[in-house]
């Protein structure tokens, strides 16, 4: 608590998935603060962040679990959004502390922006300190041994589903091209590589740094397969960069 | 040690700044080596890499400090690079380990893509493992609180000094375009954001999470001023969060 006697509320990012690459503050902050919501998929089930709060051996007593539906359309899960924003305020403002946990960075693809935005603007007073996590991006480029940038290079990140058709433009001005989300439209995405002049060094990355981690350099072994929805895919031009990835993949 | 008698090569990202935002991951590698080769930069005798060393209380006498010209030319640098490489496979090819260490992600504009494509290519037996690190993208996002992608947004990372004549088409293209190293060009950069037929929102970000942290939105009052090396600027479209972001402004 503060010397104003209102807490904060955080949005802290764990990290792509392997407990370890959690950072020190991320991991300072779950130990102090009163309160951690979680977000929880109420269609598959599962809860990528509480797996991680297990693996830390944080305190049950003082997670929340927040169920969302995650569809297409986002209308239900606004209300939830809403009422737990509500909630946290209602703690902070009574001294305590409450933290949104989500996968990779908290402004990265996250269910936080959706707490951060309706907090912002219904309760303009509660004090927000965001902590940066290890995006999937950077986890998988490391797990797959893919640089990313040199000096003047660009990058780019694009949800799979609204940029193939960009593809070939993309691959000319960016260095790397990280698609996200490729699950749902991967044998498009497949196509559209085919389709392209040159060759270009892909690796897909599912799960990366979780038990069930994934990486597929012959990404045409998996055409038909049922993706994870945690998934990406690195398009890397350098063509030096291609021999060193390649010569890392026949150590 | 592994069973083979041979060590293994790390490379390691620092975070961006604050030794907090280190993952815990890192933190062990550093404690566990035999060595952390860091890089200083010559031309401002300054080095990122051993301020964090130092403030993590790493021991001295397994840092070696590794100098760098950083210039345009890196030929030089090239020599540099190659003995590096040398010296820590001669260390894990007797056992030892050894880590070079880099400002955020190893990846991401890093000192250690060079080690990378040296090692993998002249002494492809040594094992090596990427640990990845907090960006300064996300750090600088976080600190300002500006949403960086939601849902089907795409996001763009480009060095300003190649950038600009691009940018008006990127920011159309792209919801959040982070522009890299804009202290040689940030006159420009504000000619180019004022001839925009709409306004972005746009925040400075220099040396984030260290002591001389600096973010500022009205670029204007930057004009003329030297800047750091280490500074970006996050331009961002999206209206509703643009209201938020000048909400937390406020605060």
Chains 1, 2 share one sequence.
């Not at 996250?110 to 707490?115: E, G, K, V």
Request: proline share 6%; with cysteine.
């Amino acid at each position: 608590m503060s010397e104003t006697g209102i807490g904060t509320f955080y949005g802290v990012g764990l990290g792509p998935g392997d407990p370890e690459l959690l950072t020190r503050k991320a991991m300072r902050i779950l130990s102090e603060v009163d309160w951690i919501f979680y977000p929880f998929e109420a269609r598959t089930g599962t809860s990528f962040s509480r797996r991680i709060l297990t693996a830390l051996a944080v305190p049950a007593a003082k997670c929340r679990q927040i169920s969302l539906g995650m569809a297409q359309d986002r209308g239900p899960d606004q209300y939830t959004y809403a009422t737990a924003a509500e909630a946290m305020a209602k703690e902070v403002r009574q001294g305590k502390s409450a933290a949104w946990v989500t996968q990779g960075d908290p402004l990265f693809y996250s269910t936080f922006i959706h707490l951060y935005l309706e907090m912002r603007r219904r309760f303009p007073d509660v004090p927000i300190t965001i902590v940066p996590g290890v995006t999937s991006p950077s986890a998988a480029a490391a797990a797959a041994g893919v640089p990313v940038s040199l000096l003047e290079e660009k990058v780019a990140v694009v949800p799979a589903v609204y940029g193939l058709d960009h593809l070939p433009t993309l691959l000319d001005d960016f260095a790397t091209v990280f698609l996200m989300k490729v699950n749902t439209v991967f044998d498009q995405v497949l196509e559209t590589l085919a389709a392209l002049p040159h060759r270009v060094h892909a690796v897909y990355a599912e799960r990366v740094g979780t038990p069930e981690e994934r990486l597929v350099t012959d990404l045409h072994t998996l055409r038909g397969q049922k993706l994870s929805y945690f998934s990406l895919i690195i398009l890397r031009q350098d063509k030096s960069i291609l021999a060193a990835a390649q010569q890392k993949e026949g150590v």
